[in-house]
């Protein structure tokens, strides 16, 4: 049900009971303001009856008795008057008027009825107004009752007009009321709330540009206007997003983009090693040969120089393509870095549905190293971890001291590794998530890093119980020391 018409039907409900209320009391108010005439009509007209009846009974002159009744009834044919004497006995009444159980009661004990009575019979739901007197001579003694009966059927007719007049109002009442509910509800309650709600549904499909049309200047206008600025600021908020978003993306690429030259310089590095010795060598024999005699020796020795020196200069250009920017070692805090990738990947961890929380175990925790060096580590650690934890698993990240040393530990509920993994963790190029896009790249990075700061890397890992990698560096006192 709609609360256009909840609403509607609770406002008729309580009309309805005021309304209803009102009738019932001006009902009510009606029918004794017309008993109450009617009493006071017949009352009147009895008390005239029992003077001229009273004498003339006294006076034992029956016919003024019946030219009274006679008179009477003309004036008044539905009026049936009785009159009997001291015992009971009826002594004249009206022409058509009946006697019965009600009037022998009321004319049967006249010593009963020195004062005048006026009753409705029956009182549940009555047809007669009776007035009863008692016919007295002068020294009040009783000789006779006079009984006065009218019907109520005129009274009892104007109450059923004024009832189906009430009943008739109310229902106009009810009618209008359901009618103007309805309209003023839809005016003012249902279209408002339904532009509001397609707003809603507008947002929930991703049209952050949906605005609904100001109302009035009442609680629903105040609830658009809320509504309104709260979808703006969600805009800001994901236009925010989504430039972090890109701006990590870009951050990632180029992390992953330094992995690789990181590699690469390893690799020339050890290239230039192993080929540099022999490569002076073969150059300086074939110089030697070059001072020969024979011009076809000559020239082949002069094209072994030209070679060499031409591998000489692509391994130098590797090398330099390759080599790491020089770290800015110096006194640091590692919970900086850290905080700072957790940070960065706290968004991506809750979109995989992945548990990240952080223990720096009341820090700072000073080490010697290069913050931007120490982040690449934290970063490569996590984003592995991540890789390996599947929705709705955790991953625990602590920064604590022991025994001298500052500890990063990275602890993750993925599927853990096996003796031979373990055995091949760092190795550049070596990966298990090949199929996934993995280069092999980030734990060789970790590694080169961490000999970097004198630090050792540590993994703790059994199949089926997720992996724990531990970086240990030396504490910037105990280096101070050394």
């Not at 609904?212 to 805009?235: C, H, K, Q, S, W």
């Amino acid at each position: 049900m709609s609360i256009r018409l909840r609403f509607t039907l609770a406002l008729t409900a309580v009309g309805v009971v005021l309304f209803g209320t009102y009738a019932w009391w001006a009902y009510a108010s009606e029918r004794n303001e017309l008993r109450a005439a009617a009493s006071s009509e017949i009352r009147i007209l009895g008390q005239s009856l029992e003077t001229a009846v009273g004498n003339a009974l006294r006076d034992k002159q029956s016919r003024d008795i019946e030219e009274t009744l006679s008179t009477l009834e003309a004036l008044a044919p539905k009026v049936d008057i009785y009159v009997h004497d001291a015992d009971g006995k009826p002594i004249a009444r009206s022409r058509g008027a009946v006697r019965d159980a009600v009037i022998e009661s009321l004319a049967g004990h006249p010593a009963t009825a020195r004062s005048d009575q006026v009753m409705f019979a029956p009182p549940e739901d009555p047809t007669r107004l009776i007035f009863t007197g008692a016919l007295t001579v002068d020294d009040g003694t009783v000789i006779g009752t006079l009984v006065v009966a009218r019907p109520t059927d005129d009274m009892t007719s104007d109450l059923q007009r004024t009832r189906d007049r009430l009943l008739l109002a109310l229902g106009v009442f009810l009618i209008g009321a359901l009618v103007a509910g309805l309209a003023l509800g839809t005016i003012y309650v249902a279209r408002p709330i339904a532009r509001l709600l397609d707003g809603v549904r507008q947002v929930r499909e991703g049209d952050f540009r949906a605005r609904v049309r100001p109302g009035r200047g009442d609680e629903i206008g105040e609830l658009v206007a809320e509504f309104n600025a709260m979808i703006a600021t969600l805009a800001e908020s994901r236009a925010r997003i989504e430039a972090e978003a890109e701006a990590r993306t870009r951050l990632e690429l180029g992390l992953q983009r330094v992995d690789k030259l990181v590699t690469i310089g390893q690799l020339s590095a050890g290239l230039a090693h192993e080929i540099g010795s022999p490569l002076q060598v073969l150059s300086g024999r074939a110089s030697a040969i070059v001072d020969h005699a024979d011009p076809e020796v000559r020239r082949q020795a002069q094209l072994i120089v030209a070679q060499c020196d031409r591998i000489t200069r692509v391994v130098e250009q590797l090398l330099s393509f390759g080599r790491r920017t020089p770290a800015v070692i110096g006194p640091c805090d590692l919970v900086v870095p850290v905080v700072a990738v957790i940070d960065l990947l706290a968004t991506e961890a809750r979109r995989r549905q992945i548990s990240l929380e952080l223990d720096t175990a009341d820090g700072p925790h000073q080490i010697v190293g290069d913050v931007d060096q120490l982040q690449q580590v934290t970063l490569n650690l996590v984003r592995n971890a991540m890789n390996a934890t599947p929705p709705g698993g955790s991953i625990f990240v602590r920064v604590d001291r022991a025994h001298g040393l500052v500890r990063l530990m990275v602890r993750d509920t993925g599927p853990g590794m096996d003796q031979a993994t373990k055995a091949r963790l760092g190795e550049p190029f070596f990966t298990t998530r090949a199929s996934e896009g993995g280069t092999g790249l980030g734990l060789a990075v970790v590694r080169a890093i961490a000999e970097e700061h004198r630090a050792k890397v540590e993994v703790i890992s059994e199949p089926g119980a997720g992996a724990e990698f531990v970086v240990s560096f030396p504490h910037h006192k105990e280096l101070v020391r050394a």
